[in-house]
């Protein structure tokens, strides 16, 4: 199961892929387009594109490593895997990242919106809303 975050003029929405849909999206690259109508009913018309994600351990994804590998990098402060909060200026770190490929072991893609589809994002915004408050009343 692979969780799509798709973000769009600052609201994101969270779609749960599973099964056929999912294998769709394997050998995508950081800044590959993908048609949302193809991973998720909600986005047809949709044009999204993988912006980064993280594996099942929570190691993120870097655009510096190539494949589905991962890789010991010496990271400076605010890059992606590193957010050196409290750290001395010119400090670096050795943090695990993963490849740009999403591949079999990838558990969150986040995506951005490039084109926008017949159905409004607000109005599938709005229905996450008020589906996720009826799983809480239950």
């Known amino acids: ?16 892929i599973e099964g056929e ?24 018309g949709y044009e999204l ?5 993280s594996d099942k351990s929570g190691v993120p994804m870097n655009k510096s490593v190539l494949g589905i ?8 402060k605010n ?3 590193y957010v050196g909060h409290g ?12 490849g740009t490929t999403v591949f079999k072991g990838t558990a969150q893609i986040n995506c951005i919106v490039v084109k926008e589809g017949e159905k409004k994002f607000d109005e599938i915004f709005e229905a996450t809303k008020q589906d996720n ?4 009343k239950k």
């Open 21 to 44: 849909n999912e294998k769709k999206l394997f050998n995508s690259k950081i800044g590959d387009k993908i048609q949302g109508g193809s991973v998720v009913s909600d986005l047809y």
């Open 1 to 16: 199961m692979v969780q799509i975050n798709v973000s769009y003029k600052g609201k994101t929405r969270a779609f749960k």
């Open 79 to 81: 890059t992606v895997g």
């Open 133 to 136: 408050k009826k799983e809480v």
């Open 87 to 98: 750290e001395r200026k010119g400090t670096r770190r050795r943090k695990l990242v993963i």
């Open 69 to 76: 590998q991962r890789k010991g990098l010496l990271l400076n």
């Open 49 to 53: 594109q993988v912006a980064g994600g």
